[in-house]
C-alpha cells in the first residue's frame, strides 16, 4: 500500500505563489495532483512520470510547473500567479508499477487564493 505525505498550500493573494510537495512510499511510476473546488468534479492539475513526461491541465499551463525527485520519490507543484478560481482542495495522486492504472491519493491540502 502506498503511503503519500503531503505539504504546503495555505492562504495566498491572487498573483502570488505556493508550492506543495508530496513524498510517497513504495516504486512509483508516476506522481501529480489534483484539485477539487465546492461544487465542481475533481480535476486533474499536472502529473509527471519517471522519465519526465508531464501533463497539465489547460487552465495552469504556463503558471504551474511539476518537477519530481525520482530517488526520493517526491514531487512538487510551484504553482504561480495564482488566481481565485485555482482555489480548491489539492490531492497528490501516485500510480506504481505494480499497479499502473490505479491512483493512490493523498490526504489533500487546502490551497485558498483570495484578497
Known amino acids: 500500500q502506498v503511503h503519500l505525505v503531503e505539504s504546503g498550500g495555505g492562504l495566498v493573494q491572487p498573483g502570488g505563489s505556493l508550492i506543495l510537495s508530496c513524498a510517497a512510499s513504495g516504486s512509483v511510476f508516476s506522481m501529480g495532483w489534483y484539485r477539487q473546488a465546492p461544487g465542481k468534479e475533481r480535476e486533474l492539475v499536472a502529473s509527471?512520470?519517471?522519465?519526465?513526461?508531464?501533463n497539465y491541465a489547460d487552465s495552469v499551463k504556463g503558471r504551474f510547473t511539476i518537477s519530481r525527485d525520482v530517488a526520493k520519490n517526491t514531487a512538487w507543484l510551484q504553482m504561480n500567479s495564482l488566481k481565485p478560481e485555482d482555489t480548491a482542495v489539492y490531492y497528490c495522486?501516485?500510480?506504481?508499477?505494480?499497479?499502473?492504472?490505479?491512483?493512490?491519493w493523498g490526504q489533500g491540502t487546502q490551497v485558498t487564493v483570495s484578497s
Open positions: 509527471i512520470t519517471t522519465d519526465g513526461i508531464s
Open positions: 495522486t501516485v500510480r506504481t508499477w505494480s499497479a499502473p492504472n490505479t491512483d493512490s
